[in-house]
């Protein structure tokens, strides 16, 4: 029995899947397998995959599923104690494993779950930058988390037992939030482990999932909120009561953000108005609401206009 499974979901994604497939035959730590599930590529992904021998476990899903659908099926063959995930696209430092597994072993069995930071790769200009310049929470980091997320997939390793723990695994509902809604499901009831050292890399460009489909980005935050209530305790509702309001708040504005993009100011002010008015909120995000509504009075081109100048003018 290994004792990390690796979690790798594949469509069309010969591109850059050498790479990332040449960073896990080169760990330092030698005890996982890798689960590639193979979404129905018509590239060369299967070539590439099956090339690679032990320990790649290959599968191909018999029809295309979403991606939550498709990692879900992904996890169903893990044998490992620990799961971890890397996706085609992106990549590891060779001493990745070796870090987190190091550190969660001698750590008490509450923390069940292991972050890092890493590189944010910008495809568009070849531009290679570390995601956090300062060390981000460890512990009970559920109510952190509700409104700053500083979590990368590609960095996360946690024990198989959390995942037991859940009604559901990833949300088949779900398209670019269903790795947040699970991690937050799992991190309500366990502690939380970071490092500091990147220890990943995640590519960014045009045609990632979260880009492509960041329209639904906004209607997914409030199902995960709406989520994220179904599990919590009475006492906890009222203890979070403002960081999920904030959500809410964050995925209004983005709605309404898009909207007005699509010059439909009117249904930006609907998505607003309400929040306008929310007490025990943060006094800049009533400012900033405040700030988004008057825009929608305004041609879209010439508020960004004006925000621009601002930040510039902040930055002097």
């Excluded at 494993?97 to 001698?106: A, K």
């Excluded at 409104?147 to 959390?162: A, D, I, Q």
Aim: hydrophobic residues 35%.
């Amino acid at each position: 029995m290994p004792l990390v499974s690796v979690i790798m979901n594949c469509y069309n994604s010969d591109k850059y899947l050498n790479e990332a497939l040449d960073s896990l035959y080169k760990q330092t730590f030698k005890d996982f397998e890798i689960i590639f599930w193979d979404n129905q590529s018509t590239d060369k992904s299967a070539e590439i995959a099956m090339s690679y021998g032990k320990p790649l476990r290959y599968f191909k899903g018999e029809t295309f599923l979403p991606l939550g659908a498709a990692r879900n099926e992904a996890l169903k063959k893990a044998e490992g104690k620990y799961i971890a995930f890397l996706d085609c696209d992106d990549r590891w430092a060779v001493d990745k494993l070796e870090r987190q597994i190091e550190l969660i072993e001698r750590l008490p069995k509450e923390v069940g779950f292991v972050y890092s930071n890493y590189y944010e790769l910008n495809m568009a200009h070849m531009e290679e930058v570390v995601a956090h310049k300062n060390p981000q929470p460890e512990g009970k980091v559920f109510g952190r988390f509700l409104n700053e997320y500083p979590v990368g997939m590609v960095t996360v390793l946690l024990r198989k037992s959390e995942l037991d723990k859940v009604d559901t695994l990833f949300d088949e509902n779900l398209n670019i939030a269903e790795e947040y809604d699970l991690f937050m499901r799992i991190l309500y009831s366990c502690q939380a482990a970071y490092i500091h050292e990147p220890l990943a890399v995640y590519r960014i460009y045009p045609e990632n999932t979260t880009n492509t489909k960041r329209e639904k980005w906004p209607d997914e935050v409030i199902y995960v909120v709406n989520n994220l209530k179904s599990i919590l305790s009475e006492s906890d509702k009222q203890r979070y009561v403002h960081e999920l309001k904030l959500m809410e708040l964050m995925a209004k504005l983005e709605r309404a953000k898009i909207l007005r993009t699509k010059g439909d100011n009117s249904g930006a002010r609907e998505n607003i108005k309400f929040y306008i008015h929310l007490s025990k909120t943060s006094t800049i995000h009533n400012l900033r609401c405040l700030a988004r509504y008057i825009e929608t009075y305004m041609p879209y081109k010439l508020s960004g206009l004006i925000r621009n100048n601002i930040n510039r003018f902040r930055r002097i």
